[in-house]
């Protein structure tokens, strides 16, 4: 039973709280698999690390598609580091530990990164057709594996709780190319801050063992795909710059 306003909203769902449940009720606009599909992720990803709310349920009510999953008390890395701004390379650290862990699983079942990115590139506005070309083929010949990639990496995503972290929100997870996925997590740190940015891709590529350029190499993509995405203005000058100077008309 939910009871009280919501405790987020975003553009797909509302959060609510009840007991020691949170109750995700998606949009009325989306596909009636929404929610299955998220929740096929979340329980992929849980019986994987453990340490992701575990899903009890997807139903209706009121026609509206919901998923109950348990309660994490506690607050995000995030939130930390707002409140304490000198810790944000212990943060970045925390998160990127839990990142490169996530990444070192293969899985099934779950929507394709390359599936995904090709699909939003072709949706993105803003982009000149040869352009869009250009990237498909690009996207074509990058490698790609089959690891578990969350898609929204950031500190708000991960909370600090008495027995470790929680990683949560789901709904972008893919199976993929980790350094794709760490290049999704740079592109959105660098429209907060571009030091934290790049403090984020040092962190991630020692942890990871990769080379930042096999990172960055996916920029161009992931900027197009984030055009399909609800962001201000100037996030969105600024990926179109990334794709224009990236990408070879």
């Known amino acids: 039973m939910i009871v009280g306003g919501p405790i ?9 709280r009840s007991g020691e449940d949170i109750i995700k009720v ?3 606009f989306l596909p009636d698999t929404e929610a299955e599909k998220e929740a096929r992720k979340q329980r992929t990803a849980y019986s994987l690390l453990r340490n992701v709310p575990e899903v009890k349920e997807v139903t209706r009510t009121d ?4 998923i109950r999953m348990a309660y994490v008390e506690g607050k995000t890395l995030g939130e930390d580091f707002l409140s304490n701004p000198d810790k944000i390379e212990d943060l970045l650290l925390l998160s990127v530990k839990e990142q490169v862990r996530v990444q070192s699983y293969s899985v099934e079942g779950i929507e394709h990164m390359k599936v995904k990115l090709a699909r939003q590139i072709g949706e993105a506005n803003g982009i000149e057709e040869t352009c869009r070309k250009n990237l498909l083929d690009k996207l074509s010949n990058m490698p790609m594996g089959n690891q578990l990639c969350h898609g929204d990496f950031h500190l708000f995503n991960v909370i600090q ?43 991630y590529c020692s942890k990871s063992g990769v080379e930042k350029a096999s990172v960055l190499e996916w920029l161009p993509i992931l900027a197009a795909a984030r055009l399909t995405e609800s962001v201000p203005d100037k996030d ?4 179109r710059s990334i794709v224009s100077e990236s990408i070879s008309p």
């Open 8 to 16: 987020a909203s975003g553009n797909t769902a509302d959060v609510y």
């Open 26 to 28: 998606f949009k009325d």
């Open 63 to 66: 026609g509206r598609q919901m």
């Open 161 to 203: 709780t008495e027995k470790g972290c929680m990683i949560i929100d789901w709904v972008d997870a893919t199976a993929g190319s980790p350094k794709a996925d760490a290049c999704r997590s740079y592109l959105l740190y660098l429209s907060y801050d571009r030091q934290i940015a790049q403090k984020y891709l040092d962190l």
């Open 236 to 239: 969105r000058e600024q990926l």
